[in-house]
């Protein structure tokens, strides 16, 4: 096995080892279904659908699991305020979701668990934790996690316990024994969703719904776990703290946290107010420009958005498309002993580093622009496709634009009707109406490009 990965929780790049050999298996916390997705949240899960495709790539079995979040007090605050059913609410947001990932090229993970359908696992797991003195009924009805009775509270985040209490925004609320003790059952409230349960009517704590639903479809231990970087504290801490408490076992091998989507100086989130829904870009910018965008850089590294940031990245994306075009070729498998599929490989073998996987890609590129040739833009289009980029005809990207298209530019029969009239123009040496026809189409964002051919075009 030649992937290496890094883990948050030992701070080092190892060597990926599946507890069964072969078999990978990978939970990724998912959407709470509340509000539409934001490109931050496109950032998270684009990172992990190219590393679900490298590891089948490898010749690895994956089980992926996403989770949904259903219920939770955001969910319920939301579906108040408009007056709706919270099931209308979620299913209807979960319906928006799969879409906005869609368009970004997303597969569908293995297993998408919703949290309310795996409460009865979540009330046996709260139940094994009091047995152990982990647990405790507070005095307002809900069980809260005693976090200073798990001695390994912290090791994720890589703090003690007294500087996670000096350092977090934390507050004892209600009959919390301790700031940092966190809420696995609440008591029922009226008006809001319930579930039976020894301590109560109630529902479950946003953090035990993961521990829950990862050791239900994968097992525990499973072998990688991955989230933002704003879930390592608290949430991932919490699944720790809750999963092996329980069970004495570890939770996870390996925890992966991709680096956040940045505007300016902060994380784009919607508690900042700072955010651009995934549906909102797809209405200025194609859905692979966006995907390569957000693909390009290596997961762990912070990205900053920007309008020049996605303008450079179409014209990237642009560049590789152009490079295609001048050698048409079928679809065809890699052919991995070919020089730059392996440097391709060695790049992400070494933690899904898809900024050097990207620069072979433009490697390729320019020696297709030198001499093209039908082997190595197959090669270049069925390495791309790993990225989940490069997969349609390069026509329909160059010739495609969706802001030119929405800014009621030029239509292709309006376009091919000037190059006939430029060709003519040729024809008859009139190369002043050549060169104004050239001109106008140029300051209307369709680029013409003269070859042995005859004259192909894109959009600028």
């Known amino acids: ?43 998270l899960f684009v990172a992990f659908d190219v590393v679900q495709r490298w590891l089948r790539a490898n010749g690895l079995r994956v089980t992926y699991v996403r989770n949904i979040t259903d219920i939770d007090d955001k969910i319920i605050r939301r579906a108040a305020e408009r007056g709706e059913p919270i099931a209308a609410l979620t299913e209807r947001f979960i319906g928006y979701m799969r879409e ?17 359908e795996y409460v009865p696992p979540m009330l046996e797991l709260i139940e094994r934790l009091q047995a152990k003195g982990l647990a405790y009924l507070a005095d307002d009805g809900d069980v809260n996690f005693a976090v200073r009775n798990f001695p390994e509270y912290g090791r994720l985040s890589h703090r003690n316990l007294d500087e996670l209490r000096a350092g977090e925004r934390v507050a ?33 704590g946003w953090h035990i719904e993961c521990s829950a639903m990862a050791r239900q479809t994968l097992g525990q231990p499973f072998d990688i776990h991955g989230g933002g970087p704003d879930l390592i504290f608290p949430h991932h801490e919490n699944e720790i703290a809750q999963s092996e408490g329980a069970f004495g076992i570890p939770f996870a091998r390996v925890w992966m946290h991709c680096g956040a989507l940045r505007v300016g100086d ?26 390569f965008f957000l693909a390009r850089s290596h997961y762990r ?19 590789l498309y152009t490079a295609l ?9 890699v052919d991995w002993d070919e020089p730059h599929a392996r440097r391709f490989a060695e790049a992400m073998d070494d933690d899904f580093n898809t900024a050097q996987a990207v620069a072979v890609l433009f490697e390729m590129a320019a020696e297709l622009n030198r001499g093209p040739t039908q082997a190595l833009a197959a090669q270049m289009r069925a390495l791309g496709g790993l990225l989940g980029l ?46 104004r026809i050239r001109q106008d189409l140029l300051q209307q964002g369709v680029v013409l490009e003269d070859g042995p051919g005859g004259t192909t075009w894109r959009r600028r």
């Open 1 to 43: 096995m030649a992937v290496r990965i890094h883990n948050t929780l030992t701070g080092r790049t190892e060597p990926l080892e599946p507890l069964e050999p072969g078999h990978v298996r990978m939970y990724v916390c998912g959407m709470t279904t509340y509000d539409y997705t934001h490109l931050g949240h496109g950032r």
């Open 100 to 116: 906005d990932f869609a368009a970004l090229g997303l597969q569908t993970p293995d297993l998408e668990p919703r949290a309310t």
């Open 172 to 204: 004892v609320l209600g009959s919390k024994r301790d700031p940092l003790d966190f809420v696995l059952w609440k008591h029922a409230r009226p008006e809001e969703p319930q579930w039976p349960s020894p301590w109560g009517p109630g529902r479950p």
């Open 266 to 291: 902060d994380k784009m989130s919607k508690s900042l107010g700072n955010f651009l829904t995934i549906r909102q870009a797809l209405g200025q910018y194609d859905g692979e420009v966006l995907r």
């Open 301 to 319: 590294s912070q990205i900053s958005f920007s309008a020049r940031m996605i303008d450079e990245a179409r014209a990237s994306l642009t560049r």
């Open 325 to 333: 075009r001048a050698a048409p070729a079928p679809a065809a498998p």
């Open 390 to 435: 490069l997969q349609r005809e390069p026509d329909e990207f160059l010739k495609g634009g969706l802001a030119a298209a929405q800014a009621g530019a030029l239509d292709d029969a309006m376009i091919a009707r000037q190059i006939e009239a430029r060709t003519a123009a040729k024809a008859r040496r009139d190369y002043l109406e050549a060169d």
